[in-house]
């Protein structure tokens, strides 16, 4: 919306109406002058026309590409052991460990819509105290088994196999009032922390946060980013990590010259 101040017109690609949010299609409505939506991108031309899937075309001068991104390995040959299948990078247990290959071989990011990098954080953790012995993976049969349940249940409940990672905080249909904000022990980060590496979970005023944001952009996605309304809950926990912070580099800035790196990674843990 932003780009739409400031460009002559500006050219929304969608594959198709199912994919146009409510809101937005009001914003295409309310600005049709200059707001326009297109099928899909047929090709790009050297002369700078885009044509579209509709045989239509325009001559663009920026192309702002938004279209995420895709899981690729060129460098890793594991002889079929992992594969990456429509953006599905699999067989993975609980996301991080190839049941076959485990625990030698693990990755570290691969689920989407979580506290990043919160939360792989604690997939790094966890992944280190199994190398070290402080913690055991289930036998490889198991694990497989796991990995079999969660496609399985994934397909009973319709989700595409490009969205097997997403690993959602919420029931996006049930984001009408932060009140819908599920209890913390529900929700997946949590519980893999609390599980697998004893991780603290995130507060409750971050997940209230996320979700209120959430909910404000689909009710309001011209003004959302400069219109909002915090509850008294999530006030107190900024205020409260400010403070946080603030003390953390304060305390830093008094320790001596001399002080190791070990020593102030301590303090700021302390602090924290």
């Given at each position: 919306?932003?780009v739409?101040?400031?460009?002559?017109?500006v050219?929304?690609?969608?594959?198709?109406?199912?994919?146009?949010?409510?809101?937005?299609?009001?914003?295409?409505?309310?600005?049709s002058?200059?707001?326009?939506?297109?099928?899909?991108?047929?090709?790009?031309?050297?002369?700078?026309?885009?044509?579209?899937?509709?045989?239509?075309?325009?001559?663009?001068?920026?192309?702002?590409?938004?279209t995420?991104?895709?899981?690729?390995?060129?460098?890793?040959?594991?002889?079929?052991?992992?594969?990456?299948?429509?953006?599905?990078?699999g067989?993975?247990?609980e996301?991080?460990f190839?049941?076959?290959?485990?625990?030698?071989?693990?990755?570290v990011?691969?689920?989407?819509?979580?506290?990043?990098?919160?939360?792989?954080?604690?997939?790094?953790?966890?992944?280190?105290?199994?190398?070290?012995?402080?913690?055991?993976?289930?036998?490889?049969?198991?694990?497989?088994?796991?990995?079999?349940?969660y496609?399985?249940?994934?397909?009973?409940?319709?989700?595409?196999k490009?969205?097997?990672?997403?690993?959602?905080l919420?029931?996006?249909?049930?984001l009408?009032?932060?009140?819908?904000?599920?209890?913390?022990?529900?929700?997946?980060?949590?519980?893999?922390?609390?599980?697998?590496?004893d991780?603290?979970?995130?507060?409750?005023?971050?997940?209230?946060?996320?979700?209120?944001?959430?909910?404000?952009?689909?009710?309001?996605?011209?003004?959302?980013?400069d219109?909002?309304?915090?509850?008294?809950?999530?006030?107190k926990?900024?205020?409260?990590?400010?403070?946080?912070?603030?003390?953390?580099?304060?305390?830093?800035?008094?320790?001596?010259?001399?002080?190791?790196?070990?020593?102030?990674?301590?303090?700021?843990?302390?602090?924290?």
């Open positions: 919306m932003e739409r101040r400031v460009a002559k017109e050219h929304l690609v969608a594959k198709s109406m199912e994919e146009v949010a409510q809101e937005l299609a009001k914003l295409l409505s309310k600005y002058a200059s707001l326009h939506l297109q099928p899909h991108v047929e090709r790009l031309c050297e002369d700078g026309r885009v044509v579209f899937g509709d045989g239509s075309t325009i001559l663009a001068d920026t192309i702002i590409y938004c995420g991104f895709n899981y690729c390995f060129p460098f890793l040959d594991t002889e079929g052991a992992v594969t990456v299948d429509d953006n599905c990078v067989p993975l247990f996301h991080v190839p049941p076959s290959l485990a625990p030698s071989l693990s990755f990011g691969i689920p989407v819509k979580v506290f990043a990098p919160w939360f792989f954080e604690a997939q790094a953790k966890w992944v280190a105290q199994v190398l070290s012995g402080k913690r055991t993976l289930p036998p490889e049969v198991e694990m497989m088994r796991s990995v079999e349940e496609y399985r249940a994934r397909d009973a409940a319709g989700a595409p490009n969205y097997t990672h997403d690993v959602s919420f029931d996006t249909t049930a009408t009032t932060t009140h819908n904000l599920h209890d913390n022990r529900t929700l997946f980060m949590d519980e893999f922390g609390s599980k697998y590496c991780f603290p979970g995130v507060e409750k005023w971050r997940y209230e946060l996320l979700v209120s944001s959430l909910v404000n952009m689909f009710d309001n996605l011209e003004t959302f980013r219109e909002y309304q915090d509850s008294d809950s999530i006030r926990g900024v205020e409260e990590w400010h403070l946080s912070a603030q003390q953390a580099q304060a305390a830093v800035v008094a320790v001596a010259p001399a002080a190791t790196k070990e020593q102030l990674l301590g303090l700021l843990e302390k602090v924290e």
